[in-house]
């Protein structure tokens, strides 16, 4: 990399050091083995039921001709039995 102008680079490292230090002690401590949210499903054996109601939702007015409240009815019965089972 080419450099303009003679520098201190002591003086420098010195600055990037204390500039990071500040902006670690604003945001905190991450870490490396957490990816993303936390509260994010861990258990894969649940289906996202919100992903689910969607392409429902599109099958059944797209491909079936259901009209929209039709397919609220259908899902929020569905929704319910999901829960007695």
């Known amino acids: 990399m080419y450099i303009p102008e003679r520098h201190d680079h002591d003086k420098w490292q010195k600055k990037k050091d ?11 401590k991450v870490d490396k083995d957490t990816k993303g ?6 258990n894969p054996s649940q289906p996202n ?9 599109v099958a059944l007015t797209t491909k ?3 009209s ?4 609220a009815k259908i899902i929020e ?8 089972a």
């Open 49 to 57: 039921k919100l992903s689910l109601s969607k392409s429902l939702t």
């Open 68 to 71: 929209d409240g039709d397919t």
């Open 77 to 84: 019965d569905a929704m319910k039995e999901a829960g007695k």
């Open 37 to 42: 949210n936390e509260e994010k499903s861990t």
């Open 18 to 28: 204390e500039h990071l230090a500040k902006w670690k002690s604003r945001h905190g």
């Open 64 to 66: 079936l001709g259901v």
